[in-house]
């Protein structure tokens, strides 16, 4: 059983004594913690009515210290617990009154945990998670994800489980979903991320077929340092080429 305290803001979070933030500044705030996190999943997740950031004359949104500690606890329940809104807007509900509530354990497998409002769960490393946990992640039915499947987007292991990786893709096409893209217009970035790892693999393949453990570690290590270069410059690559600016 574990319990997080109630006094701590979580990383990536603000405190109380900071001023109301733009959205692009609640995006930076955010990132360390949930890398996958995106302009468009916040203003989901306002129109779901899990957060309501106040709106200037000129009708900017203006997040809140609590509107930023609100978001990053849905997107803890989201990342670790692999719950749907509708569960989480309860549990909000709970914490706003005080109350403490009981979450699955990451990956929806053995104990639950007990939260409280304001508190820092940390980083949880998902285990493998089975078809029904991983639908309710990303919020979808069966058809969708049998479409993504179909697509190559989403895959299983051998044993028909789901890793932590699969859930983060199975998330990012569902939110991709709500502006119309389909599986088919996601072939490409697929293809694309196919042709990365194998630019990767080039390079550490050497390390790899090394005797010597320290180099195999090493191996890994580079690995995860060039795919995240790979995915900041492929953004940055996708924000120069629309002219994108966040303020």
Known sequence: MVRTSTGGAGHGTATADEPAMSIGTVLLRLRDEFPEVTISKIRFLEAEGLIEPQRTPSGYRKFSPADVERLAQVLRMQRDHYLPLKVIRGHLDALARGERVALPAAGGQGDSGEVSWGADQGRVTAARIGRAELLAAAEVGEDQLDAWESYGLVSSTPEGAYDAEMV?????????????????????????????????????????????PQARAHAEATAKELAELSVRLHSALVQAALGIRLH
């Open 168 to 212: 983060t893709v199975a998330k990012l096409v569902a939110d991709l979903g709500r502006f119309g893209l389909e599986p088919r217009h996601l072939r490409a970035m697929r293809a694309a991320a196919d042709r990365e790892a194998g630019l990767v693999e080039q390079v550490v393949a050497p390390l790899r077929r090394h005797r010597n």
